[in-house]
């Protein structure tokens, strides 16, 4: 069973900057895609960054330009920086590993991000 642990979140003002880190339970990184999700008070869940197994990135455009996607293959680490926090990045960040645009494992907890203006 694979677990994934976010941590890094926390209450900041806009304009502030933030980062995430998710920390998988073994090595599960290499070959697949990893993303960053999130989940704002009463919607969706949805991805906002991504990096391939050969470091290509791509972002949801509320986010572009602001949030840098990274991993650390030797510490099965996936980072989330996020700079110029607005109040609408307000939500649960999670991460998880997806192929095919199907996640592959469970959820871990999250971690909650709060912007106030």
């Known amino acids: 069973q694979v677990q994934l642990v976010e941590s890094g979140g926390g209450s900041v003002q806009a304009g502030g900057s933030l980062r995430l880190s998710c920390a998988a339970s073994r090595n599960i990184f290499s070959a697949v895609t990893k993303g960053w999700y999130r989940q704002p008070p009463g919607k969706q869940r949805e991805l906002v960054a991504a990096?391939?197994?050969?470091?290509?990135?791509n972002y949801a455009d509320s986010v572009k330009g602001r949030f840098t996607i990274s991993r650390d293959s030797a510490k099965n680490t996936v980072y989330l920086q996020m700079n110029s926090l607005k109040p609408e990045d307000t939500a649960v960040y999670y991460c998880?590993?997806?192929?095919?645009?199907?996640?592959?494992?469970?959820w871990g907890q999250g971690t909650q991000v709060t912007v106030s203006s």
């Open positions: 998880n590993a997806a192929r095919g645009g199907i996640v592959l494992y469970d």
């Open positions: 990096i391939t197994s050969g470091g290509g990135t």
